[in-house]
Structure formats: structure tokens, C-alpha cells
């Protein structure tokens, strides 16, 4: 057993347990703050189906391109712990961590609204918003299944994007001679 092993995969699984919940939290958050339509938790609270598809659909989504985007983190830190890279210290992997996180869920957050905001654009005889305040769980459920198809396009790229950003050791100049 490798106690270096054994210390980055329990953090590791601590970095991932608390993204799931602030996953969970801000789009939850997120979510009542943007609905002018209704008052999202006394919905919940009446059973409103329409309004708990929509949101399962939200967290899903979120929870997709967050864990995408963190795959690279991981394997910043594991590379760091297992061998320092000269060209980066502490401060600045701690940096590099915070930078991919606060990007994922930007990147997030804004993937969920503007799908939201486009679907209503192409549907534009239906007040999504109305009808989900009145439990219409036909809407809540097409705009869950907008938003997790949305997601899980753009978590690749945003995979794509977060491992283009992490910093990697030269391997330094190879020359074949004829």
C-alpha cells in the first residue's frame, strides 16, 4: 500500500463528493432565482411534477459537464503529488484547480440557461414558465430532456477544453539521425 496513493484517491474522492454538492446547491439555487413565473419550492412542496422534471433534468446535466471538467484537475494533482513539476509550485496547482473548477461551472450554468432560453425561442406559442407553474409536466419533462441532451454535447468539449488547459512536462527535444 501506498500511502501517497491512498492520500490523492481520498482526495480525490473528497474533491468529488463536495463538487456533487455544490453541483446540487447552485443549480437548485439557480433555479429558483431564475423562474419569474412561479415560486419554485412551493411548487415542489405542492407535488408539481412539471417543475421536479425540469429540475432533475438540471442537476443531471450539471452534475454531466462538472464531472467532465474535472477529470483533468485530477489528473494535475495526481501528477503534482506523484512527481512535482518543476515549472508549477503548490500555490500555483491550487490555482490552476481553482481556475478549472470556477470555469466548469460557469461553463455550467451558462450551458443550462441558454439551452432553456433557446428551447423557448423555438417554441415560441408556449410559455414554458406558465405552463410549468400550473404542473404541466409535459414541459417540465421536454425541458429536462433539452437541457441533459445539451449537456452531454458540451461535457465532451468541455473535457476537451479543460485537459487543452493543463500544463504538461516537457518531454524535451527528440532528434532521429539518418
Known amino acids: 500500500m501506498n500511502p501517497v496513493t491512498t492520500l490523492l484517491a481520498l482526495f480525490e474522492f473528497l ?6 454538492l455544490a ?3 447552485v ?4 433555479f429558483i432565482a431564475t423562474n419569474r413565473d412561479y415560486d419554485a419550492e412551493v411548487e415542489m412542496k405542492k407535488d408539481n411534477l412539471g417543475a421536479a422534471a425540469l429540475l432533475a433534468g438540471m442537476l443531471v ?10 477529470v ?8 503534482y503529488v506523484s512527481a512535482p513539476l518543476p515549472y508549477l509550485n503548490a500555490w500555483q496547482v491550487a490555482g490552476l484547480v481553482a481556475g478549472h473548477l470556477g470555469l466548469v461551472f460557469v461553463v455550467a450554468i451558462y450551458t443550462i440557461s441558454l439551452s432553456l432560453r433557446f428551447w423557448g425561442w423555438l417554441t415560441p406559442h408556449i410559455d414554458e414558465g ?9 414541459v417540465g419533462m421536454v425541458l429536462g430532456a433539452v437541457v441533459l441532451m445539451v449537456s452531454l454535447f458540451v461535457s465532451d468539449g468541455v473535457s476537451r477544453l479543460t485537459k487543452s488547459l493543463v500544463p504538461q512536462p516537457s518531454m524535451g527535444h527528440v532528434q532521429i539521425e539518418r
Do not use: K
Not at 474533491?15 to 456533487?20: S, Y
Not at 446535466?61 to 474535472?70: K, N, Q, S
Not at 483533468?72 to 501528477?79: C, D, F, G, T
Open 130 to 138: 406558465a405552463e410549468l407553474g400550473r404542473g404541466n409536466i409535459s
Open 23 to 25: 453541483v446540487v446547491y
Open 27 to 30: 443549480n437548485y439555487r439557480l
Open 61 to 70: 446535466g450539471g452534475g454531466l459537464i462538472v464531472r467532465e471538467g474535472i
Open 72 to 79: 483533468p484537475v485530477a489528473s494535475l494533482v495526481r501528477l
Open 15 to 20: 474533491l468529488t463528493a463536495l463538487l456533487a
